[in-house]
């Protein structure tokens, strides 16, 4: 069972991780929180490490933080939450707010989530809501934006993000560059769960 993945970055995407260690290129699906974190392609990263086991595949998931990891663990028990929906709520609100929403039974928040409908919240705050006994803290690298008309990396890392998670292209345009006018200084992470909260 891997645990903890340490080696250089070869690929790095808002979903997506390729580390290599010891010659051999793991492919590692992330969070959008953990994505904000990672060092630059040829340098040095450390994650720690959920592998899920299926009779077709097995697939790597990885964090930044032990918070982050908690949290993916404790989503993927409720019914309905597998791991594809639990790294879209990662992506979409901050761990704290996550959290916080889920102790405090906020349905309105946890079904903005993308695939979370209301039974599925209900059952997050039901069975989870005594089960977050951690403390949550840290914020995302800040990073800046092209705010005139050209879509900067960053930008087209934002869209393939929301692209990823099943909007059409030209609509996570759209939401991208109105998560820019409303939030000018938002680092990668808060224009990102803008950009969700925007797009149709």
């Known amino acids: 069972m891997i ?47 959920h592998m899920h086991v299926r009779e077709d595949a097995m697939l790597l998931y990885g964090f930044f933080t032990t918070e982050e990891k908690f949290l993916f663990e404790k989503l993927i028990t409720v019914s309905g939450i597998g791991p594809k929906v639990a790294l879209t709520a990662l992506s979409g609100i901050a761990p704290a707010d996550l959290v916080q929403a889920i102790r405090s039974g906020d349905l309105v928040q946890l079904t903005r989530i993308p695939g979370v409908g209301k039974k599925t919240a209900e059952r997050m705050v039901v069975e989870l809501r005594d089960k977050l006994d951690i403390a949550i803290a840290g914020s995302a690298t800040p990073v800046s934006f092209n705010t005139a008309g050209i879509l900067s990396d960053l930008d087209l890392d934002l869209i393939s993000a929301l692209v990823n998670l099943g909007s059409q292209r030209p609509a996570a345009e759209a939401a991208v560059r109105k998560a820019h006018a409303a939030l000018p200084d938002g680092d990668f992470e808060k224009l990102f769960r803008k950009s969700m909260e925007l797009v149709r």
Do not use: C
Not at 12 to 25: C, Q, Y
Not at 26 to 31: L, T
């Open 3 to 49: 645990a903890h993945l340490r080696g250089a970055v070869l690929e790095k995407h808002p979903n997506l991780v390729i580390v290599e260690a010891s010659g051999v290129g793991y492919e590692v699906h992330i969070p959008v929180s953990t994505f904000t974190r990672l060092p630059d392609v040829g340098a040095e990263a450390k994650l720690r490490i």
